[in-house]
């Protein structure tokens, strides 16, 4: 009721100043259906037979988003001050718990869930291999995070021209989104630190802004 009379209640002052036109259309449109609280969740969203090349990408993504965020909460413990590292871990938790709801939907073994370790071969080799860099130094660490997000971005890019199913396309148009963003906040940070010495403070900002809305 309170909604309805709002809505009167613009629609009464336009036509006073002729405008009904314009703001009718303001006082009853949709919400944004880029948000995603407009969004169908995946688990309402029909599903079709995966092929063996989407259930192979499937079971690469959970190793992917679990290396993550494993890498980044060892790398938060060597560099506490580097904040970006923890919150990106948390935002990759939420990213790999969205994966195991499509492996379970689907009917999928879950790999290994052992930290840094894993059942693809090239997500163990590329573990290893960030890892070792971020461990010479903080600037190293960032420039690591780059490199994972870049390498994710492509992978979500091709699981999605891959995929023919609409709950698999949503959960890695959203990690999509994520992996982006966390991309620039790890590149604000390693320039700052690089720069001007103060990459913490430069990628906080940023940080807050994109990791937040996973």
Not at 55 to 76: F, G, N, P, Q
Request: hydrophobic share 40%; charged share 20%; proline share 4%.
């Amino acid at each position: 009721m309170t909604s309805n009379r709002l809505i009167a209640g613009i629609v009464a002052a336009a036509l006073g100043l002729g405008l009904a036109g314009p703001a009718l259309g303001l006082a009853v449109a949709a919400p944004p259906t880029g948000r995603p609280g407009a969004q169908a969740t995946a688990s309402a969203l029909p599903t079709s037979p995966l092929s063996a090349a989407e259930k192979a990408t499937l079971l690469r993504m959970a190793d992917e988003e679990r290396m993550a965020r494993d890498l980044y909460t060892t790398i938060a413990e060597k560099y506490p001050d580097a904040t970006q590292f923890s919150r990106v871990a948390a935002s990759e938790q939420q990213h790999y718990d969205r994966v195991l709801t499509l492996l379970d939907r689907y009917a999928l073994t879950v790999p290994s869930t052992v930290a840094g370790t894993y059942d693809n071969a090239e997500v163990q080799q590329l573990y290893d291999g960030w890892l070792a860099r971020a461990q010479q130094s903080r600037d190293e660490a960032y420039r690591a995070a780059v490199a994972l997000e870049q390498a994710d971005v492509k992978d979500l890019q091709a699981a999605i021209d891959e995929s023919d199913n609409a709950d698999l396309d949503q959960v890695y148009g959203r990690l999509l989104a994520a992996s982006q963003q966390h991309e620039k906040a790890f590149t604000t940070g390693s320039v700052g630190a690089v720069g001007t010495g103060r990459g913490q403070a430069k990628g906080q900002g940023l940080r807050d802004g994109s990791c937040l809305q996973d």
